[in-house]
Nanobody
């Protein structure tokens, strides 16, 4: 059974940084589009960033451009989300997801992805 496990969440003050990790077990990220999503209480889950695990372009939501960086380490079968200059509005549960193909125009759509992790909580205080 494929498992994606997120880690690295926590509580920080505004302006701080966190690095989230998404590790896959019983699954190889090669040839996958891997995305990060987030969901705040009472809100819809939204796309944050995506990357093709075999290299190429990175994609970001406008709300995080210039602050968040998605990257991959294929040797560790892990995708990261470096989050800098965090704001209270970044407070959410963060999820990673994967689909075994390149990232196309639908990389921010929830229905694109086959596999999801359980999430890691990020809380940013003002």
């Amino acid at each position: 059974q494929v498992q994606l496990v997120e880690s690295g969440g926590g509580s920080v003050q505004a302006g701080g940084s966190l690095r989230l990790s998404c590790a896959a077990s019983r699954y190889i990220f090669s040839n996958n589009c891997v995305g990060w999503f987030r969901q705040a209480p009472g809100k819809k889950r939204e796309g944050v960033a995506a990357i093709y695990a075999d290299g190429g372009s990175e994609y970001y939501a406008d709300s995080v451009k210039g602050r968040f960086t998605i990257s991959r380490d294929n040797a560790r079968n892990t995708v990261y989300l470096q989050m800098n200059s965090l704001k209270p509005e970044d407070t959410s549960m963060y999820y990673c997801a994967a689909v075994p193909r390149r990232c196309y125009y639908d990389y921010m759509s929830l229905s694109t992805y086959n596999y999801w992790g359980q999430g890691t909580q990020v809380t940013v205080s003002s």
